[in-house]
């Protein structure tokens, strides 16, 4: 089926988790164009005020918290949910990865569409080989990150629930190697290689 982009000039958009090293670009970016909220824990003013700098309203919201979106605004056209939790309790980290995409769906369920940022570590491992969205789920990021994968596919599945009881229109997609010129991986890759 075509793909017909979308005009997002003047849209209000909603972007989760705009302080991280894969939304922050996309938070630079839209903002130019459309009327852009950033929603965060924010527990450092002065990252908060680097993100308002750029012309993006702010709020201070814990998805983990219902009640801390009562802040939120909810008329917004689109979200991305790029928010994510790595703390390694699970409890905390369940709560607020996949509950929280739950307390935000519901609260902004009118939305035209919602796009949630997973991860390919979702997937079992399988080595090198080239994976497909039907591919098996598994834990393979336990080492690095405890709750990373089990919280990813906990999220998923809460997106998708709320996406199917509120007729969001809603796509998931599944990162892999996150990069830009902010950082990421091939940057401590070669870290590593340098450190033998």
Not at 30 to 48: G, N, Y
Not at 135 to 161: Q, W
């Amino acid at each position: 089926m075509p793909v017909s982009p979308v005009n997002l000039s003047d849209k209000k958009i909603l972007i989760t988790g705009p302080t991280g090293q894969v939304a922050r670009p996309v938070v630079e970016a839209l903002a130019k164009m459309a009327q852009v909220t950033a929603l965060a824990r924010f527990t450092d003013e002065a990252v908060r005020a680097e993100v308002e700098s750029l012309g993006v309203t702010t709020v201070r919201a814990d998805l983990a918290d219902k009640a801390s979106l009562d802040n939120c605004p909810t008329d917004f056209d689109y979200i991305l949910n790029f928010a994510v939790v790595k703390s390694g309790d699970f409890d905390y980290d369940l709560r607020a990865n996949a509950e929280g995409v739950g307390n935000l769906m519901t609260h902004c369920r009118g939305v035209k569409a919602f796009l949630h940022f997973s991860s390919t570590a979702v997937y079992e491992y399988a080595g090198h080989s080239p994976r497909k969205e039907s591919d098996p789920l598994g834990d393979n990021h336990r080492v690095m990150f405890p709750t990373y994968s089990i919280a990813k596919i906990a999220a998923e599945t809460v997106c998708r629930f709320v996406a199917h009881q509120h007729g969001i229109p809603t796509t998931i997609a599944r990162l892999s190697v996150p990069y830009g010129d902010n950082g990421g991986w091939p940057f401590f890759h070669l870290l590593m290689m340098k450190e033998g």
